[in-house]
């Protein structure tokens, strides 16, 4: 099984992208795996920096160095645009597209190889999990620094649940896509600029293509999230007018909330809880995730009275299982 690495960087290299090949190199290195590094048009000092970088990483950490590409794109074409370019012509089993406000937990990388190696093939889309995402990859930490979560990870993740869930669609801030999938339906759609939705609109591709897409449970990746655009001007204009281009595209699909895909996500866990290995590991993943549908209840009375009794029948199910 084949693995490449795609990380696309836009601006604030220090404080993004570095700290993302700090995390991400050493692993690559024992695994096989090489990034391709793109900047994406950084109208910062960004291009400079990286290049500092790739010749201090060749004289400090050779063997690093070994599995890094760098490109530079003279303009910003966005999410799906940056990652189409740098993953042109790449022979692989699998992509693993990454954003750059990522930071990869130790043996992420390798527990990630393992899950692709036995995903079955009707799976074509796998995630990490992580602190921040709209789907149910989100687990619950009581920490709030990247050290302080992976830390808590290690703890939380002492015995591997070897566990695949389904989940109803992937973000983007990390991911892995069957390379044939990625050929077939021709990469990313570029017609959402900068981004926002070029995930969802390609998991719902995918769906409509056979395949599934999946979390895998022991592999941690945290996201800082929005970290590309939190500080640029027109966010909310942008995410609303692909929500529209989207919609348009797709008057159909489902745009499930965070507590309608961890739900799902629970439910499944305890179908399959007892008939499986690494019981104990993979039920403290469920109440885990129970945190999250805690925290997501909804604002709406109705609404809020309606889960709270969605809850408690999962809590109950749980219960029986002590």
Not at 44 to 64: G, M, R, T
Not at 103 to 111: C, D, E, G, I, M
Not at 196 to 216: H, K
Request: proline share 4%; aromatic share 12%; net charge neutral.
């Amino acid at each position: 099984m084949n693995l490449q690495g795609f990380l696309l960087s836009y601006k604030s290299f220090e404080t993004t992208t570095k700290r993302c090949l700090e995390s991400l190199l050493p692993q690559a290195a024992t695994s096989g795996v090489t990034v391709f590094l793109g900047d994406n048009g950084s109208p910062d000092e960004s291009p400079l920096l990286i290049a500092q970088y790739v010749n201090q990483l060749a004289l400090h950490q050779p063997k690093q160095s070994q599995y890094l590409r760098t490109t530079y794109f003279d303009e910003n074409f966005g999410y799906a645009g940056g990652m189409n370019r740098l993953t042109m012509g790449v022979q692989a089993d699998w992509l693993l597209l990454i954003g750059s406000d990522t930071v990869f937990s130790p043996n992420a990388l390798q527990n990630l190889i393992w899950t692709l190696t036995h995903a079955p093939e009707s799976t074509g889309i796998i995630g990490p999990v992580t602190n921040s995402a709209g789907t149910a990859q989100c687990l619950s930490f009581e920490s709030d620094t990247p050290e302080e979560m992976i830390e808590e990870w290690e703890t939380l993740h002492s015995v591997a649940t070897n566990w695949l869930t389904p989940i109803y669609r992937a973000d983007f801030f990390c991911v892995a896509i069957r390379k044939s999938l990625w050929d077939q339906l021709n990469g990313l759609d570029e017609g959402y600029g900068r981004g926002y939705y070029e995930d969802v609109d390609f998991c719902v591709r995918a769906r409509r293509a056979g395949f599934n897409c999946g979390s895998a449970e022991d592999c941690f990746v945290y996201h800082q999230g929005s970290a590309t655009f939190k500080k640029e001007s027109g966010l909310n204009a942008l995410i609303k007018k692909n929500k529209i281009r989207f919609l348009e595209k797709y008057p159909d699909a489902l745009l499930p909330h965070l507590r309608e895909d961890t739900y799902n996500a629970v439910k499944s866990g305890l179908a399959t809880l007892e008939a499986e290995h690494h019981y104990g590991a993979r039920l403290n993943r469920i109440k885990n995730r129970m945190r999250v549908l805690e925290s997501q209840k909804p604002k709406s009375f109705y609404k809020k009275i309606f889960w709270s009794q969605r809850s408690r029948h999962l809590n109950q199910e749980i219960e029986a299982l002590f």
